[in-house]
């Protein structure tokens, strides 16, 4: 699925710059850094260039959902619209928390960092905010989940890649 949206997105911005695609791409929830990484390998940008712009574009919405989402989802839940929406997202969001209220900000760390369906920072900033963590732990903790999601897709998308290319 996740490369389906990568490639949608690819189309849909053709003709712009390569980092604003790749940026864009990594603020989407679902395919995140994961997908701008490999977006970005996709696209031939160098890898380190590809780095800068999915961490920025993944995290920026980090602070925005740890300070506002709660009062926003209160706000949203007194809507008859909005209420199963939201419940429906709070409870499959608390579903995935058992690491990160075993571990606190070591279990956030690898849930942000594990590339694994239904992980990433909208998801790890979710249940923090959820959970009532703190912002000044909870920030850094994506953010380090992060730098170890970066890490382990530069292996995949460009590594690999470069290996077997040697190989062949």
């Known amino acids: ?12 911005m053709a003709g712009l ?11 989407v929830p679902i395919v995140e850094l994961r997908g ?4 970005a390998a996709l696209l031939g ?3 380190a260039r590809g780095i800068v712009f999915c961490l920025i574009g993944n995290m920026i919405p980090v602070p925005l959902i740890l300070l506002f989402i709660t009062p926003i989802f ?31 900000c070591g279990g956030l760390v690898l849930f942000v960092g594990l ?33 170890l999601a970066v890490t382990i897709m530069c292996i995949v998308s460009y590594g690999i890649p470069a290996l077997v290319a040697t190989l062949f």
């Open 115 to 147: 590339p694994l369906p239904g992980t990433g920072a909208w998801t790890g900033s979710l249940i923090a905010a959820l959970l009532g963590v703190k912002f000044k732990k909870a920030l850094p903790a994506v953010y380090l989940g992060l730098l």
């Open 74 to 104: 209160a706000w949203l839940k007194k809507t008859k619209v909005f209420r199963p929406v939201v419940e429906k997202l709070e409870t499959r969001s608390m579903g995935k928390s058992d690491q990160i209220q075993k571990y606190q």
């Open 1 to 12: 699925m996740a490369t389906t949206i990568i490639h949608w997105f690819m189309a849909m």
């Open 17 to 27: 710059p390569n980092e604003l695609i790749v940026f864009v791409v990594s603020m």
């Open 45 to 47: 940008m160098n890898m």
């Open 36 to 39: 701008g990484i490999i977006c």
